[in-house]
Each structure stands twice: as structure tokens, then as C-alpha cells.
């Protein structure tokens, strides 16, 4: 399987997640964690305008859901990461 077959599939994966997170609203943290990871996919495939769009959606959701979080600060998958619990990774 080639890498970027690998990718597709896995990104099909987490947009399905993303959908079905969005019908209930308690779930933004795993929302937030989920467009970091398919904005990843889609830089990955070269998608440039897709991926910071859905990079900046989750940045933004990230500083609703930390008030520790400044803006401009260098966020990671760690901390994406650590929104979630183990089960909902």
C-alpha cells in the first residue's frame, strides 16, 4: 500500500469521526482534535488551501477550549493530543 493510499484512507476515517462529532455539541473537544489531524492529512496530500483552512478552524476552537492558550503560541499534536481522553483517541 503506498503512502498516500495509506493517507486517503485514514483521512476517510477521521472525516467520518468529524461528522459524527458535530451532531452533538459535547463532544468539541474530540472536533478540535480531529480537524488538527485531517488539516495534517490534507497538508500531507498537498492540499495547501484546505489544510490551513481546517488548521486555523481548529486553532481557533483550541483557544475556546484553553484559556491558557495564547494566540501565536506553537501548538502540537501533544496538545491537541491531550484535549482528549485515551478512548476518544
Not at 68 to 88: A, K, P
Request: with cysteine.
Amino acid at each position: 500500500m503506498s503512502f498516500s493510499v495509506l493517507i486517503l484512507s485514514k483521512s476517510v476515517y477521521f472525516e467520518q469521526a468529524l461528522t459524527g462529532f458535530e451532531t452533538h455539541g459535547f463532544y468539541n473537544p474530540e472536533i478540535c482534535r480531529t480537524k488538527y489531524k485531517i488539516a495534517k492529512f490534507k497538508l500531507a496530500e498537498g492540499d495547501e488551501a484546505g489544510g490551513e483552512q481546517l488548521m486555523a478552524a481548529a486553532e481557533r476552537m483550541y483557544a475556546e477550549l484553553v484559556s491558557s492558550y495564547r494566540r501565536g503560541d506553537t501548538l502540537t499534536e501533544r496538545d491537541f493530543d491531550n484535549l482528549v481522553f485515551l478512548h476518544s483517541r
